[in-house]
């Protein structure tokens, strides 16, 4: 059994380390533009790699018809006029 000490100071560890990291990347902001840092690279490829095989390969559910394109544009056109210009 592990020392109770041990684990309040490994799970105050973490929550220090989590705090620090969440802290930097709220600091540096989140942005498309910009190079992403090598954390976010390993993250990124740690998620892509996550992701079952099976449900990469399943087929979109969302066929392009007309109707559904006119949709998804109408709701990007609503999104894009409400973002503050840069």
Do not use: Y
Request: one cysteine or more; hydrophobic letters at 40%.
């Amino acid at each position: 059994m592990v020392p109770r000490k041990t684990l309040i100071l490994g799970f105050c560890s973490l929550a220090v380390i989590t705090a620090a990291v969440a802290g930097l990347l709220i600091r540096r902001g989140f942005s498309a533009r910009d190079e992403p840092t090598s954390l976010e690279k390993i993250v990124a490829r740690f998620v892509r790699n996550s992701i079952p095989n099976r449900v990469v390969q399943e087929p979109n559910p969302w066929k392009p018809t007309p109707d559904v394109l006119k949709e998804a544009t109408r709701g990007v056109h609503g999104t894009l006029c409400r973002l503050p210009r840069t």
